[in-house]
């Protein structure tokens, strides 16, 4: 298994998944837990039909793929936002 396929995917990360015979682009919006079927974990995300538009869904996590975009120096935005995270204890 890869690095890829282990990540969580997280509010606020850009997705792809099938909607009838489209494949659509969208954010996770909320994270609804595990209160789907068999306590899947739910995702509320919020996608463009078309340019006016938008519908908001909620699907089993397996069924969303995460979309990484890599950037010029082989981060991705998503890891680059996680490291920029500061944690104090004090």
Do not use: C, H
């Not at 298994?1 to 659509?24: H, N």
């Not at 739910?42 to 519908?55: F, K, W, Y």
């Amino acid at each position: 298994m890869s690095e890829m396929d282990t990540k969580r995917i997280e509010v606020g990360d850009k997705v792809r998944f099938d909607w009838g015979v489209y494949r659509l682009t969208g954010k996770v919006v909320e994270d609804r837990g595990n209160i789907g079927n068999g306590r899947q974990r739910l995702l509320r995300i919020q996608a463009s039909v078309d340019t006016q538009n938008a519908i908001q869904v909620e699907l089993p996590e397996d069924m969303v793929e995460l979309i990484v975009t890599p950037t010029k120096n082989g981060i991705s935005a998503r890891s680059r936002r996680n490291r920029s995270t500061v944690y104090s204890n004090g």
